[in-house]
Nanobody, 116 residues
Framework: QVQLVESGGGLVQAGGSLRLSCTASRIISGRYTMDWYRQAPGKQRDLVATIRRGGSTNYANSVEGRFTISVDNARNTMYLQMNSLKPEDTGVYYC??????????WGQGTQVTVSS
């Protein structure tokens, strides 16, 4: 089994920055597409950013130019650098991956709260 553990969330003022981390219990970063999702209170879980095996990335329109997704294969860790945060970025952030052997894996989530 593979576990994903997020960290780095917290309370920040609008305009501030946070860096989220997602560490896997097995070597998966760089081998599978990995994503960050977020879920605001009372809303569905939405895709925020994706990084593929070759390093290509995609972002939701709402975070394009402010967020950066990356991986450190030596640390088996995925990151989400979030700059110029807005109150609407508030939510629980989850890392996610789909693997052919272990299936769909979600982390437990980390709370990000942006105050105005």
């Amino acid at each position: 089994q593979v576990q994903l553990v997020e960290s780095g969330g917290g309370l920040v003022q609008a305009g501030g920055s946070l860096r989220l981390s997602c560490t896997a219990s097995r070597i998966i970063s760089g081998r599978y597409t990995m994503d960050w999702y977020r879920q605001a209170p009372g809303k569905q879980r939405d895709l925020v950013a994706t990084i593929r095996r070759g390093g290509s990335t995609n972002y939701a329109n709402s975070v394009e130019g402010r967020f950066t997704i990356s991986v450190d294969n030596a640390r088996n860790t995925m990151y989400l650098q979030m700059n110029s945060l807005k109150p609407e970025d508030t939510g629980v952030y989850y890392c996610h991956t789909d693997t052919p052997f272990w299936g769909t894996i979600w982390g437990q989530g980390t709370q990000v709260t942006v105050s105005s």
